[in-house]
């Protein structure tokens, strides 16, 4: 089960709480959430993923997706307080493992797999 709990944190910031397992049969929960905020005139959005119990392939593959996505609408997509532990072992499993920012990422802004 996934729980998702929105927080303004400024004007123009909204924090994605995130707890539970992102997995395949919970990504569309966070996909529609994610889809939300990039529709609404958020300049930035942060994901607190400190309550993520459980992690898999689909859950790092949507994260990518809507990265990207923010990218494309002029987005910043950040973690809330850092990366979560729990994130390493999956991207390291799953090969998502990075040592600089994807090639989207504007020069001043962090990508969220580093």
Do not use: Y
Not at 13 to 19: A, D, F, Q, S, T
Not at 66 to 91: C, F, I, Y
């Amino acid at each position: 089960m996934l729980n998702i709990a929105t927080e303004q944190a400024a004007e123009n910031k909204l924090i994605i709480h995130v707890g539970g397992e992102l997995t395949i049969e919970s990504v569309a929960e966070l996909r529609e959430s994610l889809l939300e905020a990039f529709a609404e005139p958020w300049e930035k959005i942060r994901v607190d993923g400190a309550g993520i119990t459980n992690m898999d392939f689909f859950g790092l593959q949507l994260l990518c997706s809507a990265h990207r996505t923010a990218v494309s609408r002029q987005k910043v997509l950040s973690w809330h307080n850092g990366r979560p532990a729990s994130l390493d072992e999956v991207m390291q499993v799953s090969g998502f493992t990075r040592h600089c920012g994807c090639s989207l990422c504007p020069a001043d802004q962090d990508c969220l797999w580093i």
